[in-house]
Every structure is written in C-alpha cells, then in structure tokens.
C-alpha cells in the first residue's frame, strides 16, 4: 500500500474533523464515478453522529444533503454487501434510524413519496408487527400514485390502432387524420396562391384489438436498479389490465423470482422485491425463453443496467436464440421516470448488433414503442 493510500484510509476513519489535518491525496478517485469523498459523505452521515447534531452539521466544508433513503441507496453502491450490513445495523441499533422500523407513528409522520418507497424495501427485511402493517399502506399509497400518472399515457399508446372512422375530442398530434385533414379541405384550395386553405382539422379515436400479445418484463433486481424495478412492477400492472396483453414479470439477481400471479397487487410485488446480489442476465433471459409460446406475437423487456457477473457468451447466445425465433428483444437500460441511463456500452452495442432494440425509456416512451410494434 503507498502513502497516499495509507493516508486517504486515515482521513476515512477519522472523519471530516480531521480535514484540517490530513487531505486526501492522489489515488482518491476511486472508479466508476466513486470517490474517497463519497465514501467520507456516507460515512461522515452516520458516524458523526457520534459528536453531537452540531458537529454533524457544521463538519466539512459542505452541507451534506444526504437524507436516510437516498444513504440507504447510496451505501449499497459504495460499499461491499457485508459491509452495508453492518452500516444498517449500526444505523439501526445505534443511531435514529431505528425509529423508523420500531416505531409505526413516527413511520405514519413520514412524507409518502417514492424516497421514502425506496427506503421501505430497502429495510423491509428488519421491520415487523403494526409497523410493517403501515410500511404496506404506505407502499400501496405511493405505488398507486405511480399507477395514476402513468395510467393514462400507457393506455392510450397501447388500446389499440386508429380508427379512421371516428373523430376523436382529443386533440393531439398522435390522433392527427392527416388523409380526411386533406381531403375534407380541398375545397378551400387556393389556386392562384397554390395553397391548401386548412379550415378545420380531423383526429382519428383510437378502437381496441383484442388480437393478444404476450410481454415478458424481466428486471434486473441489483441495488443500483431500484428506481426501475419500482416503475417496472407498477407498469407491470398497468400491462396486466390491459385486454391485448398477457403479461409475465420476473425479478432476478441469480435468481428468478415469477411474479406474475401478484400483478394485480402492487403492494406483493414491491415487497417480495429483494435487492442486492449477483446478476445472471443469461439465466433470467433462459427462464424467460421458456414463456415464449407465439414468437411472433411476444415482446420480453429485460430492464437491466447489463452489467453481467456471468458469461457475456451465455448471455449473447440466448439473446440471439429469442431474436431469432422471431419474438422481439427490448433491453431497457433504464425505466425511472428521468430516463437516466447507466449501463455497460460494451454489453449494450452487441445486444444492438444482435437486433435487440437497447435504449432508455420511461413508461410512457415505452408504451408508445410497444403501440408502434404492435400496431
């Protein structure tokens, strides 16, 4: 180990007190956008409440705007598993946090919003009784404001194909009858100017088929994807009430988890979401293989970030095996509500050469994407 190293561990385990007395050196870039910093912001979250709120506060030469979900989310990115294990235990049994999972009152006084979802699956394992009973009313609460935002777009994209012969209230683009438009208005041609005189414009209802797909949704359940595994699950759902559609959702890390049976409850399926682990793409994509009964009428949506801990090779082949059986292959590398996306290009550019379609999406793109294929 150099000095530089050895120093930057001394600064971690002393903490921001000692910024004054020891700086972090070369070698503080870590890799893969990681940080001694941040290491230091999670740390400096929690242990330095060992000194008083005021210290905490006033410690370093920035405000930490850390709260307990996004540090939840953000330990399970810097550190090993074992080593988040132990951080939630100390959080737990030594500091306020505990509060949250013994102390259902304090649980109601929360806001109910999509940090404090995250927080609640995170530490879903270590709740029990009438606090658990509300972590569930909260989740369903929050999973169904979720569901209302993107009820309305999903349906829209996926009820169905124009229908030519009635005209739609709705006024939008996406309706737009560009043909009876024209041909309704020909009549206010201006010839002298060469100028079609558009004085009233036509859109197009949308008429439901019936005529079903099977969409197989496989979302990688690794820590770093807990923002798509909750749209997901909640899209999932919306899928699953749709007539054309016969929907599947698997979870898996090296593991597959069917969750198909819970889709018409949100609340079971977010809570049988465990994070964390390995990630076999190949094998959630071998399970999914299984599920494809018509191909040419069955879309599988893996939601991953493509990073593999398998072989690339498995996973090439059994992409290429669903591709060419004639079933399409979208891989999603993000599905939050930012579209963010973070992923293995590497991974991602040979899926694409495959013909997999790859790219992120939020819900909504995606049920246009899926109106457009299965149009």
């Known amino acids: 180990m150099s000095h530089e190293e050895t120093l930057n561990r001394w600064r971690l385990i002393l903490g921001k007190q000692a910024s004054q007395q020891i700086s972090f050196g070369e070698g503080a870039a870590l890799g893969n956008g990681i940080s001694c910093f941040d290491l230091e912001d999670a740390l400096d979250f929690l242990y330095s409440r060992e000194y008083g709120e005021d210290v905490r506060r006033e410690g370093g030469t920035g405000t930490s705007h850390l709260t307990a979900a996004t540090w939840i989310t953000k330990i399970r990115r810097l550190f090993p598993k074992k080593t988040v294990e132990i951080l939630e235990r100390h959080a737990l049994e030594r500091y306020q946090l505990a509060e949250l999972l013994t102390d259902r009152e304090v649980l109601e006084r929360l806001e109910p919003n999509e940090e404090l979802l995250k927080t609640i699956l995170q530490l879903k394992h270590l709740m029990r009784g009438d606090v658990l009973d509300a972590a569930r009313r909260i989740v369903r609460q929050v999973a169904e404001e979720i569901a209302e935002r993107l009820n309305q777009d999903i349906r829209r994209s996926l009820l169905g194909s124009l229908d ?212």
């Open 164 to 375: 030519r012969n009635s005209e739609s209230p709705v006024k939008s683009i996406r309706n737009l009858d560009m043909k009876k438009t024209i041909r309704r208005n020909l009549k206010h041609y201006d010839r002298e100017k060469k100028r079609l005189m558009v004085e009233r414009v036509y859109f197009s209802s949308r008429t439901r088929k019936y005529n079903q797909w099977r969409v197989v949704i496989a979302v990688d359940e690794s820590g770093s994807m807990l923002d798509s595994v909750i749209h997901s699950a909640v899209m999932a759902g919306i899928f699953a009430r749709l007539p054309m559609l016969d929907t599947r959702l698997v979870i898996f890390d090296t593991q597959v988890v069917v969750l198909s049976a819970y889709l018409d409850d949100p609340v079971e399926t977010l809570m049988s979401i465990q994070l964390g682990g390995g990630t076999n793409i190949a094998g959630a994509l071998q399970y999914c293989e299984t599920l494809i009964e018509n191909p040419h009428r069955t879309l599988v949506v893996l939601v991953s970030d493509l990073c593999e801990g398998g072989s690339l090779g498995a996973l090439l082949s059994v992409s290429r095996g669903i591709i060419e059986s004639g079933a399409r292959l979208v891989c999603l590398t993000a599905l939050d509500m930012e579209a963010n996306p973070v992923y293995d290009r590497r991974t991602a550019d040979q899926l694409a050469d495959l013909g997999a379609f790859v790219g992120a999406m939020t819900p909504e793109a995606l049920g246009d994407f899926m109106g457009k294929v299965m149009g």
